[in-house]
């Protein structure tokens, strides 16, 4: 695998971790009130970044396969 792979592979190991930890941040039940956003609900919501975790695992298996 090249280089210009490893570093993509990598890049979105940690987009991984920080959707998971974003994730799970958001799921907390007080968070809501804090945030205190209107606009972004989307953004505020657990399963957006469970959609972006699955989309990055994707890619690193996609990316993984073609050595």
Excluded: N, Q
Aim: glycine residues 4%; without cysteine; aromatic residues 8%.
């Amino acid at each position: 695998m090249d280089e210009s792979k490893r570093r993509a592979i990598r890049f979105l190991e940690k987009e991984i971790e920080t959707y998971k930890a974003l994730a799970l941040f958001l799921a907390k039940e007080d968070i809501k009130k804090h945030l205190g956003v209107k606009g972004k609900k989307d953004l505020t919501r657990p399963a957006y970044y469970r959609g972006r975790m699955r989309e990055a695992r994707k890619l690193v298996r996609e990316l993984k396969k073609t050595r």
